[in-house]
């Protein structure tokens, strides 16, 4: 959902600072920690994609918890 939300803004604003802004408010709380990449070409039609990994701590009382990378990519067409 959050990658969603950066790789709409970016196909509708040159500016990345936007893309990022917006899957950082998508992922609330956990925002901030969120390691976000925008690549968005200046071309109409051309393709802009927005990656984004996140570590997420699970707490599993019998083992003691462990680590996973969460990661997503969404693309859209560049509109403006």
């Known amino acids: 959902h959050a990658a969603r939300e950066g790789a709409r ?3 509708a ?4 600072g936007r893309s990022v802004a917006a ?11 969120a390691r976000v990449s925008v690549t968005r070409p200046a071309r109409v039609g051309e393709m ?3 990656r984004v990994s996140l570590r997420h701590t699970v707490a599993a009382p019998l083992f003691g918890g462990f680590t ?3 990661q997503a ?3 859209m067409r560049v509109e403006r």
Do not use: I, N
């Open 68 to 70: 996973l990378e969460l």
């Open 9 to 11: 803004e970016a196909a």
């Open 23 to 33: 899957v950082r408010a998508a992922l609330g709380d956990a925002g901030h920690r």
């Open 13 to 16: 604003s040159p500016d990345t």
């Open 48 to 50: 802009a994609t927005v």
């Open 73 to 75: 990519q969404s693309t």
